[in-house]
């Protein structure tokens, strides 16, 4: 189990290739946001036959459906082999884990949402585009004034209408936002009642529908090569066949929610991974190379020991990925090793990508080595997906059990 197939090795060699080849070179212009990222993610998804897979996948889905049989989603990108996906996230991250999280959020948070709950209309008519990345996705459920709190502060409201839903509110922090074809949608159904007992219900729409635009994309510390914008839903008019699930899911709704945040939970340790195994690599290979005092200066013990700290983060973060993998496959349900491993990953590769500049001296905090903008980008991992405080404390609810945190007496 702790140990790549050939077929995982394969994938890590191909898309490693792909990376230095296509990806690295267009990083200054897709960083400086002269350059966005669609045309390539497009290559990406047929130069590894990676859409093919995942539309087959999501076929199969529709069948099962249409013939009665619900149940879980089987297959989905890479046939459903969760650490050769892994591989494939972590490949990416080496090079652009902005890159990575962008084509994670289209293909496997706002296709993955589409695919897992739609029904057979909406996996044909959107599900299929997303996950092929004939069409680029978005997942829109923070807001201005709720982000931790993303149900309870939400106020983007679905009004029922004559004719379907009245959508309105704000979006933001949307990766993808700014290119994204198809954006799904999370607001409360306020048909009066007291906001404690609205349901949620997830919207599927479209660029260029009356009443929905897109602002500037925010210039940000790191993951600079990742569009992200505010989403405006002013009066947006929708009709049913455009809420997901095609019904409204009333309280159940949030578990919806919940299912897709545990993906995106699940895909943020593979890209620690990605930083992690870079800035080890590359940090080994320049302590033997690079001289002071007369030596290499892998010869110091101050030295040696950076690289054994950033050893073990790095393999602490594969063990977890291995895990994470191994439960994706057996089916295993663990939220609160999914919410305490995207902490610690999180912050591991936020921590081992500075020992890695520090490794580098100055060398480090220059472009050129790459090691900076993997800084920036880490930092991500501790804020989306939920922060690390967030994260943690979901853990601990779940390992100490909600019903004995509201006992009374
Ligand atoms: C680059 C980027 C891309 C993103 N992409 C998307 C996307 O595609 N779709 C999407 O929907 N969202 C996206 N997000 C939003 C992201 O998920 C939120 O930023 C995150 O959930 C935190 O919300 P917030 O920023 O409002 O912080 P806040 O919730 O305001 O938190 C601020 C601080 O308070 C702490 N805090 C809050 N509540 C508690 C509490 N109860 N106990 C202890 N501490 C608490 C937090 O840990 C944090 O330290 C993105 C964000 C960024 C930066």
Same mark, same amino acid.
């Given at each position: 189990?702790?140990?790549?197939?050939?077929?995982?090795?394969?994938?890590?060699?191909?898309?490693?290739?792909?990376?230095?080849?296509?990806?690295?070179?267009?990083?200054?212009?897709?960083?400086?946001?002269?350059?966005?990222?669609?045309?390539?993610?497009?290559?990406?998804?047929?130069?590894?036959?990676?859409?093919?897979?995942?539309?087959?996948?999501?076929?199969?889905?529709?069948?099962?459906?249409?013939?009665?049989?619900?149940?879980?989603?089987?297959?989905?990108?890479?046939?459903?082999?969760?650490?050769?996906?892994?591989?494939?996230?972590?490949?990416?991250?080496?090079?652009? &884990?902005?890159?990575?999280? +962008?084509?994670?959020?289209?293909?496997?948070?706002? !296709?993955? %949402?589409?695919?897992?709950? @739609? *029904? #057979?209309?909406?996996?044909?008519?959107?599900?299929?585009?997303?996950?092929?990345?004939?069409?680029?996705?978005?997942?829109?459920?923070?807001?201005?004034?709720?982000?931790?709190?993303?149900?309870?502060?939400?106020?983007?409201?679905?009004?029922?209408?004559?004719?379907?839903?009245?959508?309105?509110?704000?979006?933001?922090?949307?990766?993808?936002?700014?290119?994204?074809?198809?954006?799904?949608?999370?607001?409360?159904?306020?048909?009066?009642? &007291?906001?404690?007992?609205? +349901?949620?219900?997830?919207?599927?729409?479209?660029? !260029?529908? %009356?009443?929905?635009?897109? @602002? *500037? #994309?925010?210039?940000?510390?790191?993951?600079?090569?990742?569009?992200?914008?505010?989403?405006?839903?002013?009066?947006?008019?929708?009709?049913?066949?455009?809420?997901?699930?095609?019904?409204?899911?009333?309280?159940?709704?949030?578990?919806?929610?919940?299912?897709?945040?545990?993906?995106?939970?699940?895909?943020?340790?593979?890209?620690?991974?990605?930083?992690?195994?870079?800035?080890?690599?590359?940090?080994?290979?320049?302590?033997?190379?690079?001289?002071?005092?007369?030596?290499?200066?892998?010869?110091?013990?101050?030295?040696?020991?950076?690289?054994?700290?950033?050893?073990?983060?790095?393999?602490?973060?594969?063990?977890?990925?291995?895990?994470?993998?191994?439960?994706?496959?057996?089916?295993?349900?663990?939220?609160?090793?999914?919410?305490?491993?995207?902490?610690?990953?999180?912050?591991?590769?936020?921590?081992?990508?500075?020992?890695?500049?520090?490794?580098?001296?100055?060398?480090?905090?220059?472009?050129?080595?790459?090691?900076?903008?993997?800084?920036?980008?880490?930092?991500?991992?501790?804020?989306?997906?939920?922060?690390?405080?967030?994260?943690?404390?979901?853990?601990?609810?779940?390992?100490?059990?909600?019903?004995?945190?509201?006992?009374?007496?």
């Amino acid at each position: 189990m702790f140990q790549l197939d050939e077929s995982s090795r394969m994938v890590e060699k191909m898309v490693r290739g792909w990376c230095e080849a296509k990806l690295a070179p267009r990083l200054p212009a897709l960083e400086a946001g002269t350059e966005m990222p669609w045309a390539l993610m497009r290559e990406l998804a047929t130069t590894f036959g990676v859409g093919a897979l995942a539309e087959a996948a999501a076929k199969k889905r529709i069948a099962k459906l249409r013939a009665g049989e619900g149940g879980d989603r089987e297959g989905g990108t890479f046939g459903g082999d969760p650490m050769m996906m892994a591989v494939f996230v972590k490949e990416l991250s080496r090079v652009s &884990p902005g890159f990575a999280m +962008g084509w994670g959020v289209s293909v496997g948070l706002a !296709g993955g %949402a589409i695919v897992g709950k @739609g *029904t #057979p209309e909406q996996i044909e008519r959107w599900g299929v585009p997303l996950v092929t990345t004939k069409q680029i996705g978005s997942w829109c459920l923070t807001e201005p004034g709720a982000g931790s709190d993303a149900f309870g502060s939400m106020t983007t409201t679905a009004t029922p209408t004559d004719a379907g839903y009245r959508l309105r509110g704000t979006k933001t922090f949307i990766t993808n936002g700014p290119g994204a074809d198809v954006f799904v949608v999370y607001a409360r159904i306020d048909r009066g009642e &007291p906001r404690e007992q609205q +349901g949620l219900a997830t919207f599927i729409l479209d660029r !260029g529908m %009356a009443g929905l635009t897109t @602002g *500037t #994309p925010f210039k940000k510390m790191g993951m600079r090569d990742s569009p992200t914008c505010e989403v405006f839903l002013d009066d947006v008019e929708v009709g049913p066949e455009r809420l997901l699930g095609g019904a409204e899911r009333g309280r159940a709704g949030r578990s919806d929610t919940k299912d897709s945040l545990g993906t995106e939970r699940s895909g943020i340790p593979a890209m620690a991974w990605g930083i992690l195994e870079r800035c080890y690599d590359q940090s080994v290979a320049y302590v033997r190379e690079r001289r002071q005092f007369g030596k290499p200066i892998g010869a110091f013990q101050a030295v040696q020991l950076k690289i054994a700290d950033l050893y073990l983060k790095l393999k602490t973060v594969e063990n977890c990925v291995y895990r994470l993998a191994w439960m994706q496959k057996a089916k295993v349900s663990d939220p609160a090793y999914v919410n305490a491993t995207k902490a610690l990953c999180s912050q591991l590769a936020v921590d081992g990508a500075l020992t890695a500049i520090q490794l580098h001296g100055g060398y480090g905090y220059m472009e050129e080595y790459h090691l900076e903008k993997l800084a920036r980008d880490s930092k991500l991992l501790e804020l989306g997906a939920g922060t690390t405080d967030i994260n943690l404390m979901s853990a601990a609810r779940t390992l100490i059990g909600q019903e004995a945190l509201t006992r009374e007496g």
